[in-house]
């Protein structure tokens, strides 16, 4: 009897102490939700897919940022992957590719999965976010020995926003008018890489719901929409990618990504564009029946570009 009244008041008590957290720990400008998200769903990630070490690559105003790393347990490749999770720049979570990471490692690949600062937690910009990627991509190649992998095969990649700074890190040059020459390939899922379609008009036919996460967005840029924009630094000479796309994508138009496809190859880039038919926005991550399928290319696509 004692024993189930105990349970009880803890079964009880539990969503109420969980709630009071939330509320106290909740960012200024983070919706309820998505703190909710953040704290309990992406943290619950953390430990279904633990990563074997993390490093801190950077702190930028009392933000801690690190880079979780899978590592694998033989591997005579020299390669690894870095990835930047998507959000809209805004939420989001490093955890969220922990397990594409994992699945990376069992097939002899190092992979990490970087934190960075997102607008709705830090207050920050896309600007800030592409900073901080930076600083991952060469925390990664300055400790390439520590790592056990080649500073000239490091693959940079992610999905959505994080797919746009993967691709910002290859095509877009820096303050100092610089590109990072040494990154072997890109890896992208679902990417934003016309980020200049964020200036257009917002369709007629959009639900409420995207149309005020386009204009949130939209404030992340500070009008720099052509200058952030990875499609309109296309030239030639750029690293072999693959991207993963659904053909019922509604966040980023497939017709986007076939675009800015065309014009890679025009240049002479190797591009790979795999498009699942039926699928949506991060299916690549969820979709049972496609997950299989994106990492057997993605290993393929890995393995051929190591030396």
């Known amino acids: 009897m004692y024993k189930s009244m105990k349970f009880l ?11 009071c957290y939330l509320f106290i720990t909740k960012p200024k400008n983070m919706p309820f939700m998505g703190h909710f998200a953040d704290k309990i769903l992406y943290g619950s990630l953390y430990y279904i897919d633990k990563p074997d070490i993390s490093y801190s690559y950077a702190k930028r105003d009392k933000v801690n940022l690190k880079l979780h790393f899978f590592i694998p347990k033989k591997s005579e490749l020299k390669s690894s992957v870095l990835l ?34 997102l607008a709705l937690k830090h207050d920050t910009k896309v600007k800030d976010s592409m900073l901080d990627a930076a600083d991952a991509y060469k925390w990664m190649v300055k400790n390439s020995e520590k790592l056990n992998i080649k ?26 008018n610089e590109t990072y020459d040494n990154i072997k390939a890109m890896i992208l899922f679902n990417p934003a890489l016309n980020t200049s379609a964020l200036n257009a008009e917002i369709p007629e036919n959009i639900d409420e719901r995207r149309k005020n996460l386009w204009l949130y967005v939209r404030k992340l840029f500070e009008g720099k929409f052509e200058d952030l924009s990875p ?22 138009p497939i017709f986007l990504i076939e675009d800015f496809t065309k014009e890679m190859k025009e240049k002479g880039n190797q591009v790979d564009l795999l498009k699942w038919k039926d699928n949506g926005h991060q299916f690549y991550r969820w979709d049972k029946k496609a997950y299989p399928e994106v990492m057997e290319k993605l290993v393929s696509f890995v393995k051929a570009q190591s030396n």
């Open 84 to 117: 930047f999770h998507g959000g809209g720049w805004a939420f989001g979570s490093s955890y969220s590719l922990f397990k594409i990471c994992k699945s990376l490692a069992k097939e002899g690949i190092l992979c990490a999965s970087a934190d960075y600062r």
């Open 9 to 19: 008041l803890i079964f009880l008590l539990l969503p109420a102490l969980i709630t």
């Open 151 to 176: 500073k000239d095969q490091i693959m940079v990649g992610g999905g959505s926003s994080g797919g746009h700074l993967a691709a910002s890190l290859a095509m877009i040059p820096d303050e100092k």
């Open 231 to 252: 499609s309109n630094f296309i030239r030639s000479d750029l690293p072999p990618s693959i991207i993963f796309h659904g053909e019922k994508d509604k966040t980023i």
